[in-house]
């Protein structure tokens, strides 16, 4: 046990056991569906934000478009599912029997050729991941072979979130425009709506994100993450020292994608929809706001940083339909304010130090304590030692 617990403090997984313990055992005995469904759809940005640890706390390299990826991995899962739902029996009250709902609207006679290869799920599942991946890599090996990066960087992924938000609701006959693909029922016949699907889901997505986490955090632990670290804060020294600086950027941005778009895939799946409104610039700062409140530097922190602005949005807007956006902003405000490393820091800055100042503390009472009980049973045999001289002395006497 001692092993165990030793192996699990050398390796960070501390934090990671409480959040499993709290993911996977708390939050299904608190809630409802209902809510833990929420906090399914919750967990599904907690990839994001993941992915922006490692982008923006590790690399240094801020992206405001992570939206694009998200929505490009819900789209993937969601085409599979709306073709799954639109077989020819389902609608054969369309003009055009055996396609979309939305294609049929906008007189559409025949599935595009581009559609096809998502009547299958292995492809599906492949481009939730490649197809969020591959843009990254085009954007990415743009910008960075060029250096552009900070402000400019994060200007760029912003236009790219609002020319395929503009894409997507224009195309409407193929992408559903802004209504977005709804009425997902099935994967592979097994229907998604039940409340046993859904409790399925959550723990698919908790398990995933909890693997995602330890993923992450190994490569932290790595050579490469130590390259991104020393990339963040002398960025020249490392091109100085031979390494291909660019590269090292393109692969950590294609990573927080491909990670995206695992939590926009698990969105669809949560949800049974996917539309624009996930893709645009607004989901995109949100969505960086979940990572700044947890801790930029911390995989956990931002898990916990998503949770808490998604419960507090969630919150406010049930209680305070009239004022949650200001709500939202003063809780964004005055956590970045008060506490500039995210719940992170207010982990590793004031709790951490004040429980090991207490444990000190402890460990000195218990020590003044033992002592005093030495030091007693150390003046106990003299005492007794004397005590009995006096009778010992009267029995001579006597004698």
């Not at 992206?63 to 389902?90: N, R, T």
């Not at 698919?204 to 490569?219: E, H, Y």
Request: aromatic share 12%.
């Amino acid at each position: 046990m001692n092993q165990l617990k030793a192996w699990i403090t050398s390796r960070g997984l501390g934090s990671v056991a409480i959040l499993a313990v709290l993911l996977l055992l708390v939050f299904p005995l608190m809630f409802d569906i209902f809510r833990l469904n929420l906090v399914g759809k919750y967990l599904t940005y907690g990839f994001v934000a993941l992915g922006l640890v490692m982008l923006w706390g590790y690399g240094g390299v801020l992206s405001l478009g992570q939206g694009v990826f998200f929505g490009l991995g819900g789209y993937a899962m969601a085409m599979f599912l709306k073709l799954e739902a639109s077989d020819p029996i389902s609608t054969k009250i369309q003009s055009t029997p055996g396609i979309p709902d939305f294609m049929d609207w906008n007189q559409l006679t025949a599935l595009p050729l581009w559609w096809k290869p998502f009547e299958h799920l292995p492809f599906a599942l492949l481009a939730v991941i490649a197809i969020p991946t591959a843009l990254a890599f085009i954007i990415g090996y743009a910008m960075f072979k060029r250096r552009v990066g900070g402000v400019y960087f994060a200007i760029i992924t912003q236009a790219v979130a609002l020319i395929l938000t503009v894409l997507i609701i224009g195309q409407q006959g193929y992408t559903g425009g802004v209504n977005g693909m709804t009425d997902l029922k099935t994967l592979l016949g097994w229907d998604i709506r039940t409340n046993s699907a859904k409790y399925i889901l959550y723990y698919v997505c908790a398990l995933m994100l909890l693997g995602t986490v330890v993923l992450c955090g190994w490569i932290q632990r790595s050579k490469l993450g130590t390259l991104l670290l020393a990339m963040r804060d002398k960025e020249d020294r490392v091109r100085f020292s031979g390494y291909d600086v660019a590269m090292f950027k393109v692969f950590v941005f294609c990573l927080a994608a491909a990670l995206s778009g695992i939590g926009g895939a698990l969105f669809t799946l949560q949800v049974g929809f996917m539309s624009p409104s996930f893709v645009g610039i607004v989901p995109s700062i949100e969505m960086v706001i979940f990572a700044a409140v947890g801790g930029r530097m911390s995989l956990v922190g931002a898990i916990y940083g998503t949770l808490l602005v998604n419960f507090g949005k969630t919150y406010f807007s049930e209680s305070f339909p009239d004022l949650w956006l200001f709500l939202m902003a003063a809780l964004f405000i005055g956590v970045t304010m008060a506490f500039p490393d995210g719940l992170a820091g207010v982990w590793t800055q004031k709790v951490l130090p004040w429980w090991r100042h207490n444990q000190v503390q402890r460990r000195a009472v218990h020590l003044a304590v033992a002592r005093d009980a030495t030091t007693s049973a150390e003046d106990a045999p003299a005492a007794c030692s004397g005590s009995p001289a006096v009778p010992a002395a009267l029995s001579g006497q006597s004698a």
